[in-house]
């Protein structure tokens, strides 16, 4: 048998270089996928809940999203959708138990206190998934930064190689 010994660094310990390494790399194998995957989560359950589906919903390029609306004129006022549904979206985190509930809920939430912020269901859940977007965006811009990848490093315990390479 041989062993073998190898030194490793926190992300602290390293170089700028391989600092910038580790950056790319986390980047580049998509590490923070798991940001888009919870958040999806949130959207198919928040759709359940309306006369609406969707085809796409691009978190980073919310011009891109394509929410269909299906028999919206035949729906009941705004108010009476918005209090058919009340005990469903009030409590924390009420969708999926993830804090992105909050996010996409958060323009309902504000037209239960002013009534007379919206006046249509489409308007609505469009101010809705916007949110969302938005919340997802800064999320995702926060995780991607030396602070935010460096921060992850630590919460995980990840070591590196002087080069930068993840030690398993």
């Not at 700028?16 to 590490?31: G, L, M, P, R, Y």
């Not at 959207?43 to 609306?69: C, G, H, M, Q, S």
């Not at 993830?98 to 489409?122: Q, R």
């Not at 926060?142 to 919460?155: N, P, S």
């Amino acid at each position: 048998m041989k062993t073998i010994e190898i030194q490793v660094y926190s992300f602290n310990e390293l170089s700028e270089k391989a600092q910038e390494k580790v950056i790319n790399s986390f980047i580049e194998d998509n590490c923070f996928e798991y940001i888009f995957e919870d958040a999806s989560e949130t959207v198919d359950k928040f759709f359940e809940l309306f006369p609406a589906t969707y085809k796409n919903i691009d978190f980073l390029e919310p011009y891109r999203n394509d929410i269909r609306f299906y028999n919206i004129f035949e729906q009941k006022e705004l108010g009476d959708q918005l209090n058919s549904i009340k005990s469903l979206v009030i409590g924390d985190c009420p969708l999926t138990g993830m804090c992105y509930d909050m996010d996409i809920l958060e323009p309902i939430l504000e037209y239960y206190k002013d009534s007379t912020k919206y006046t249509n269901l489409e308007d609505l859940i469009n101010a809705c998934v916007n949110n969302l977007c938005k919340s997802v965006q800064n999320e995702y811009e926060a995780c991607i930064t030396k602070e935010g990848i460096q921060e992850t490093c630590e919460a995980n315990d990840y070591y590196f190689t002087s080069e930068g390479k993840l030690h398993s």
